[in-house]
Structure formats: C-alpha cells, structure tokens
C-alpha cells in the first residue's frame, strides 16, 4: 500500500491529509504521521468521496 497527498492539497500546503488505498483505506495528517492513521473500509471511503462530489457533505 502506498501513501498519496490529497488532491485537494495544494503542492506547497503545510495542512493536508495523505490516503493508502486497498482493501481498508488509511488517512493520515502529514504533519503528525507518527501518530499513525485513520481506517476506513473500502467501501465507507468510496461512499464518502461520492457524497463530497455530490456536495452532500
């Protein structure tokens, strides 16, 4: 599994959030990776995004 930015963050923001996707997606702050990540099912995480696109959220 490897880690990407957030394609909501800009290439020189200090504040974002970093994803591994597999089977359980993993969310993390990339100012504080030591203190590990969050896990999401695959699914939670897909219908999170729709809802984001759908402006739902």
Do not use: I
């Amino acid at each position: 599994m490897s880690w990407h930015k957030s394609s909501y963050s800009g290439n020189n923001e200090p504040n974002c959030v970093e994803v591994a996707e597999g089977s359980l997606t993993l969310v993390r702050d990339t100012q504080h990776r030591h203190l590990g990540a969050l896990p999401f099912p695959a699914t939670e995480w897909d219908a999170f995004l729709q809802a984001v696109k759908d402006d739902e959220l």
